[in-house]
């Protein structure tokens, strides 16, 4: 059973940093493209960052030069460091795992919370 198991969200201070961590089973990691996602109340989910396979990433403009995204394909885990967050930061972040051949595969959401 494919499993996406996020960690590290919580309460922070405007200014202030989190570490976001996925870790998943079950599937083969180093193939898939893995992703962050986020979602506020009463907006579409949103990809905030991603790394392929060769370790290319994408960022969304609006976390450019603040966050970043790695992973570590022996222990299957991909990491999103997050510095200097804002309110607007202020979401559920989501895991993802995508493969061009494969289906998709979603964690259950850390909450992040900005406060100023």
């Known amino acids: 059973q494919v499993r996406l198991v996020e960690s590290g969200g919580g309460s922070v201070q405007v200014g202030g940093s989190l570490r976001l961590s996925c870790t998943a089973s079950s599937i083969s990691f180093s193939s898939y493209t893995m992703g962050w996602y986020r979602q506020a109340p009463g907006n579409q989910r949103e990809l905030v960052a991603d790394i392929r396979p060769g370790g290319i990433t994408n960022y969304a403009d609006s976390v450019k030069g603040r966050f970043t995204i790695s992973r570590d394909n022996v222990k299957n885990t991909v990491y999103l460091q997050m510095n200097n967050l804002k309110p607007e930061d202020t979401a559920v972040y989501y895991c993802?795992?995508?493969?061009?051949?494969?289906?998709?595969?979603w964690g259950q959401g850390t909450q992040v919370t900005v406060s100023s």
């Open positions: 993802s795992a995508k493969h061009p051949f494969l289906r998709d595969y």
